[in-house]
């Protein structure tokens, strides 16, 4: 039985890459679960395959756990689809788009076929890991309460299509709050000094009809 071995690179971090050997005979979804053990990442989102050429055009999709409209349109599921059924090319490529809601993207590649398998090994198998894989946007990599903050102030900043190079502006923003807390500080102090002023007014004509009342009634 031929084995595949497959080079799968993501599209932003070249420097990541995972070759892993799986049988001709086993499903596209089968690969999906091998890569993202070798990523970490989890396996059970929406995620699909697409016969690709070298510009990496998407063609034909291989979908799992694909939308309702995919399935009415009657797109091939990973389960159900044979590595072989797809391979026209011994260099046959695939565009690979993993979790649509916070998608990355890869290059999948076939760059050997080894005719017989390896007697005691199972497949799919990883051959060989390069780079450790990013991130998954928005994840807490360490339980506690800063890391939680941090990671919710990413994602508010990432809804708002935040861009570092503006850091200098969000600065000055904070700069201009700052300022603006300490004036509104400083003219609630500036009433609590008027307000005694006041109170020591309303003493002096309480005094000074204490004094009229004496006056009267000694006269």
Known sequence: MAIYR??????DYDEVEREIDIKSTQTFEDLHRALHR????????????YVSNDFWNKGQEISFLPSEKKIEQGVSLMDKSKLSS???????????????????????????????????????????????APKIPGSIVVPGTNAIASTKRID??????????????????DLNLDTEISTAGSANMDQDEVEPE???????????????????YQS
């Not at 497959?6 to 599209?11: D, G, L, N, R, V």
């Not at 760059?111 to 198998?125: A, C, S, T």
């Open 6 to 11: 497959f080079k799968i690179s993501f599209e």
């Open 38 to 49: 070798s990523t970490g990442y989890p396996a059970e989102v929406s995620s699909s395959f």
């Open 86 to 132: 797809f391979i026209d090319d011994p260099h046959q490529k695939f565009y690979y788009t993993y979790n649509f809601e916070r998608p990355f993207d890869f290059h999948v590649q076939l760059i050997k076929i080894i005719l017989d398998e390896e007697n005691g090994k199972e497949y799919p198998n990883t051959f060989r890991s390069i780079g450790e």
């Open 156 to 173: 508010f900043l990432d809804e708002l299509e935040f861009d570092p190079i503006h850091l200098e502006d969000v600065d000055e923003l």
């Open 198 to 216: 006041e109170e020591n007014e309303f003493m002096d004509d309480f005094s000074d009809n204490e004094n009229y009342d004496n006056d009267e």
